[in-house]
């Protein structure tokens, strides 16, 4: 409670509810001020019509007659909150209920709007509305009407009203209170627990309440972030420990062929083939980290502005024919599959490298005689991209964890390669907006890369 009030959940509930005060407030007045406004134009139009209706019953009489009739009038309506004074043509009174003139009378337009004391020894001020007309003979005729009772209507309604509005503004704060507790107490949980995780405990997991509610929904994609950035720290701490079994390989045989040439004299060509061969090895470490910085600036979206309306026919087409000569090599038959005029948006180099890293690896991998097809062929708004052999293909257990870096059929290592062909052609394919998909060929294994047309 103590720090509720520096909570902008607490802030904006009590700023609703002030506003709701404020509409509150200003919804009764307009009532308040219609109601009164409508009982008064109500009265005015019956003074204007009983008054009119008295002119022409008093016209043309004595002033013995006028009294008469007036007090006719009067006593026909017993019990009636009407106010009546007749004048004469000096001002003093003839007849009616009101014994003398207001004091001070404000004149409302044609109405008069005054308060009189109707008994000296009664204190009480009677609020009156009234219509003076002039009459034959001099006479004055005044009719009004007794507020009292509508006055004692807004005396009873006020304290109600502003009671009304006094519990309103309270339930409002209660509500607020009991909103920005609920609320800070889900969010304190989240808090908690994010400070557990930023303490170490990479494993904790924001609590689901199963509510639904938008702080489910936010706990779910906090704990989507948390997994993606576990296994990423995970795939981080595998990647490094391959490469440095990568490495130390490689640069264990350079240092020792190195070290082996230097401990005698010998001939040149000996000198020769120790750095021809350090200059493979060399080049089989500068190959694993351009494909690094590869697969890096892919990732990062860098290699996105470089997107250009290009034919995937085409592509493929060439890279098919560069990886022909070696499939026939290793006694392949290399075919290839595709409708004309592949239209897409993309970067052509990064897609000639993935798919040159597909027969790279089928060539590798598929037995002397195996027959490797390339394909592709239109979806809905997307192009799939099939790259299939007839080989051993991958166990269905071991394909998901394929497409992570360093990860090779070949355990022992022995076969050249760096394991980051398939990663590559994932994040190109993630880039163009697909994925890639391992399949079983029957037999062999089919490597489906769906690309997003754009």
């Not at 008093?58 to 009294?67: A, D, G, M, W, Y």
């Not at 607020?176 to 908690?192: G, K, S, V």
């Not at 560069?322 to 290793?330: D, F, S, T």
Request: hydrophobic fraction near 40%; aromatic fraction near 6%; charged fraction near 25%.
């Amino acid at each position: 409670m103590k720090n509720l009030h520096r909570s902008r959940i607490f802030r904006y509930a009590v700023a609703y509810t002030g506003l709701f005060f404020i509409s509150t407030l200003l919804v009764l007045t307009f009532i308040y001020a219609v109601t009164f406004r409508s009982s008064n134009n109500k009265i005015e139009e019956r003074l204007a019509q009983e008054s009119q209706w008295l002119v022409e019953l008093l016209s043309n009489c004595t002033e013995f007659e006028k009294v008469t009739r007036l007090n006719f009038h009067i006593s026909d309506h017993p019990g009636s909150l009407g106010i009546y004074l007749l004048l004469d043509a000096n001002g003093q009174r003839l007849s009616g209920n009101l014994d003398r003139l207001p004091d001070v009378v404000l004149s409302n337009g044609k109405f008069l709007d005054f308060y009189h004391q109707d008994d000296e020894e009664d204190p009480e001020l009677l609020h009156m509305l009234a219509i003076q007309v002039e009459l034959d003979q001099g006479c004055t005729l005044m009719v009004g009407h007794n507020y009292a009772a509508i006055d004692q209507i807004k005396r009873e309604i006020r304290p109600a009203v502003a009671w009304a509005l006094g519990i309103s503004f309270a339930l409002g704060m209660l509500v607020a209170i009991f909103l920005a507790r609920r609320l800070a107490r889900r969010l304190e949980i989240i808090n908690r627990t994010s400070r557990t995780i930023f303490e170490g405990n990479l494993e904790r997991r924001m609590i689901r309440t199963g509510s639904g509610d938008e702080f489910d929904h936010l706990s779910s994609n906090l704990n989507r972030m948390l997994d993606r950035i576990f296994n990423l720290m995970a795939s981080v701490r595998g990647v490094t420990d391959n490469i440095a079994h990568d490495l130390r390989s490689p640069l264990s045989r350079m240092r020792s062929r190195m070290e082996v040439a230097l401990l005698a004299d010998r001939p040149c060509e000996e000198y020769r083939e120790v750095l021809v061969d350090t200059i493979e090895d060399t080049d089989r470490l500068l190959k694993t980290f351009n494909s690094l910085l590869t697969i890096a600036r892919v990732e990062s979206g860098a290699a996105k502005k470089d997107f250009t309306a290009i034919d995937l026919q085409q592509i493929i087409i060439d890279t098919v024919e560069l990886y022909g000569p070696v499939a026939e090599e290793r006694g392949q038959t290399l075919q290839m599959s595709c409708p004309e005029h592949l239209n897409m948006q993309g970067n052509a180099d990064l897609l000639v490298q993935a798919l040159a890293n597909l027969l790279d690896n089928a060539i590798k991998y598929a037995p002397r005689g195996a027959v490797i097809v390339v394909s592709a062929q239109y979806g809905e708004d997307a192009i799939s991209l099939d790259v299939a052999d007839n080989g051993p293909g991958i166990p269905e257990h071991f394909r998901e964890k394929a497409l992570q870096r360093f990860t090779r059929l070949d355990a022992s290592r022995t076969k050249p390669g760096q394991g980051l062909g398939l990663s590559l052609v994932q994040v190109v394919a993630q880039m163009h907006g697909g994925d890639v998909r391992l399949e079983d060929a029957r037999p062999g294994l089919r490597v489906r890369v769906q690309l997003h047309r754009g």
